[in-house]
């Protein structure tokens, strides 16, 4: 076999590395054999840098005629033919697994590969079957068997076998593992990867079928030539980038048959680690130098002379400044343009609706992931139900999602209104979750017949039909859910893909022909079934052995996470690309977005199994080198463009602070002379319809309106300022209750939220009985007993009573909790009667009574008020119409009146009712004819450590209360209700948080 032609060339900067490998890709002149005819291969490093470079190929040597000048060509050692040419033969670009792939297929080689998937189910089988002779030390969950993979393949791809390497790693670890706790650990962890990778080796072999490793020493076994000739390389090794070339790699294309030539490609300042690298490896192969074939004319956007990059608020708000780039370079061509980023998301999405926002036309050939398809998404939440054991907050979620459809038994679809219906009916019934509970709801009773009938409007009967409506959605939902049943716990990982696909197939909603997502969405069903299908085969041939559903979810998840899903396609317009495939492109003007810590660079996945000094040994990749050679990646990237480039950074990242990447030192390159600012005013300049409509001002003569959104806009212009936040129009209120004023002052927006807006609490699913409910049992029994207590004629209950008190009172609690369902029982009558470690809420009212309230000789429970009551305001009395209920007055026998209330918790932060009601109950008794002052009045808090709380001490303190509960009225009835919680602590229990916009808590 005649030696490799190796060429290292070094292009001095990205120009001329496009160049040089716009030379390369052109056919040498004719050798009179036909075999220069043979299109070369070009190694990139995505599918997207190919399709790019594509576009490049046919930009520059179809359209612009380029020819590579001679003396490129003899640096190159590669002559052309001088006319440009009319047609031209394509490269075939290839990454490195579709590289592969096409070896594998021109050896002709009669085992098929295996695919990715096959091997992560067969590790999972070989990881159990080893742990039950060497425990590993670690719990074997699904993302660890990923990572086995990965470790077993990079151990191959740098030319070891993994299993020689694990024994040689145990011996070095048994001397220390004696006196070393982490060598001891690491030893076992050894024997067992050890185990593992001999099953998978043995496994893989009895297979029909090639891995990757196998798949290299097939190919260098194959006699022919079944390597293209010419092989072009243009990503860095494994030490440069997580996607380039391994040892293995180059090892398999240097000894390959029938390859004449190979040339790796690269910038100076990739190369000159790389080609040090390589040239250990080639010692043979012959450097060449690409000087600068333009002069580099690039300069930078920005918007301040002492910044070298562009901050925006976060990543919406940096393609937004890129439309207005756009724009404001016009009449430049959208497709000279490009927005450059790390990482697709969110970018793809935000670009797709701020550009279209923007009449900016794009084209990308990137790739999304499939998990972040809403179809993709739609299965997610079946599995999120499955898993829960099936609450009630993950199956109203499901049956929301637009690509679940249900039918009930009677014919209608299960719609928005049936699933409310459905909520509320699993919220009474206390629905935990599991099949049997919603048997045991369907079962129940029903209600009886409202009095005005089914259609009747008392809140009765509302609550009728919301009942028999979701009653008939959980019967239609039952069938359905039975089926994930399988997935509610422990079976072999095929049985629950099998359930899963069935329970989705039972729900899913087809896409309609005249749905305009209809084709991407039949896209992403057919790419998700194929994942199930290909897993549930997998795990079915390969894998029986029974494991948690939870560790087959976790499978499925990494599965979809792994494929990616295709934009559609389109040949005009800006370009929306990577960092990899960018220096493929040829542009004028580009932005590089989300310079940030963590995403240049991107955190490498930190070696999990060995430590760095064990790696060494093997050739492991070092993460300085990574870093250095992105660093230079992104230096490139800035003189790519052949007029400015422009770097931003948001401030946010999903309302988090994020910092600028340390790689932003690059800009520093720039000098003064090369700096292109940005106009402020193009900051504020309309680019979208929203812009021009929501902007402060509007701008209605924004050539983005359309003639009713220019007019609106005007309307808009001519009215009166927008009005402050937190405040509407007056509210006023024919009567008020305490408690609600309460409200006002712990929160003057959650009143509003409750109260004016009517917006109903969402009730938590919580084991035992809900806070409210626990509240009405206790006030319940408290009553029931007094009532009990009064009956023999007797008021007050004095040291000697107890005993009988009692008595009285536990006979009336246990009549309580016989109402209840036999779990909430125990916990609520631990809470009544106490238990070993506490004192119940019984002995503790009991003691109190006996203690502070022997004075009394008459007691009123659930005291009603209703009426109007002159109160002490700060502008003199103001008489307001209260409602409510005291939980209990009590007559002294010094002719006064004391105010009772019972709280289940803690004491209230800022009380009002003891004041209030104290003045509401003399009120009444003068107009009765008797005139008695206030006593000592406030709460008894069953969870404080004294639970009498005097809150009203003097009559003085009473009047201060209801001074405060009249200023509250007063700022209810202007309608000032300012999200300004009393403490911000209150919002984490609060149920209106997600319709509060808190960005004014703490602003003044
Ligand atoms: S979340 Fe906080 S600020 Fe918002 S309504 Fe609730 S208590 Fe008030």
Redesign the pocket.
Known sequence: MPPVDIRLIQADDLDAWQRALLALCLPTAPAGDGLALEAPVVIVPTRAAGEQWRRTLEQRLLVDGWAPPTALQRALGHEVPGAAPAALLLPRTLTRDDLYEALHLAARLERPRLAALTREVLMGACARQAARRHAPPFLLRPGLIAEMVRFHDQVGRLGHVPTAWLEDAATRLEGEAASDRGAERLLRQTRFLHEAFRHFASRVEALDGLDEHALRTALLATPGAWCPRHVIVTVADHHADAGGLWPGDLDVLSAAPGLVRLDVVATRRVATSLFARLRVRWPGAIDVRIGPQRPSATRLEVSAPDRRWLSARDRDEEVIAYARRVKARQPMAPHASALVYRRPLPYLYAAQHLLRAAGIPYQSSGTLPLAAEPWAAGLDLLMDAALSGLTRATIVTLLRSPHVRLVREDGPEVHGPAIAAFDAWLAQGRFLGTLGHLDALIARQPSPLPPDGPEGASRHAVQWRQEREGRAVAVAVRPWLARLAPLQGVAPGAEHVRALREAWAACERLPTDDDPEASRTRRARAAVDLVLSQLEQALATHDATPVPARDTCILVRRWIEERTFALPRADAGVHLVDADAAPYGLFAHVRVVGLLEGEWPEPTAREIFYPAFMLERLGWAEERTRTAALRARLADLLTLPTDAVGVSVPELDQDAVVRPSSLLDELQAFGVDRLEPVPADERTLPVSGDDALLGTPAVPGAGVLDPAARDWARWRLTRPPAPTPGRTSAVPSDRYGVTAVETYLQ?P??YF?GRVLGLTEEADDEPGLPARDAGVLLHDVLHDGMVEWQRGGRVAIRPEDLPEARAVFAAVAERALLSLAPADRAVERTRLFGSAVATGVIEKMLRTEAELFGDVVRRALEHPIDGRVDLPGADGARTIHLRGRVDRVDWTDDGRVRVIDYKSGRRPTRPLQPGVYAHAVVQQEREAGRTLAIAPSGFVAFREGVPWVESVGTPRDADEQARQFVEAVDLIERGEFP?K?HSPF??QF?D??GV?R?DY?GDE
């Open positions: 929160c927006f959650q939220a999200v919680p209150r919002c609060c209106y948080a509060c808190k808590v």
